[in-house]
Nanobody, 118 residues
């Protein structure tokens, strides 16, 4: 069974940093685009950063967040610096994966909570 498991969330003060990780596990043949989304209370889920044919960031995080990946380790990271209270949200990992003997499908992790507060 294919899974995406996030880690690294927590409570951080404004101006602080966190690094999120997401590991893909299971019978994976190929990995396509990988990205991070977030959903704040009362708001819709939004794209934060995407690593695919190109790298894209939400305007609100440009210059503060950096997405990177290690395909050999099936892992995508999100380095978050200069965190603001408005970055508080549940952060979800998303990936396009091709399983052994199967086709490409899109997967979501269960999310990790990031709280930015003093």
């Amino acid at each position: 069974q294919v899974q995406l498991v996030e880690s690294g969330g927590g409570l951080v003060q404004p101006g602080g940093s966190l690094r999120l990780s997401c590991v893909a596990s299971g019978s994976i043949f190929s990995i396509g685009a990988m990205g991070w989304y977030r959903q704040a209370p009362g708001k819709e889920r939004e794209l934060v950063a995407l690593s695919g044919a190109s790298t894209n960031y939400a305007d609100s995080v440009k210059g503060r967040f950096t997405i990177s990946r290690d395909n050999a380790e099936r892992t995508v990271y999100l380095q978050m610096n200069s965190l603001k209270p408005e970055d508080t949200a549940v952060y979800y990992c998303n990936a396009d994966l091709r399983v052994m003997g199967g086709s490409w499908m899109n997967y979501w992790g269960k999310g990790t909570l990031v709280t930015v507060s003093s």
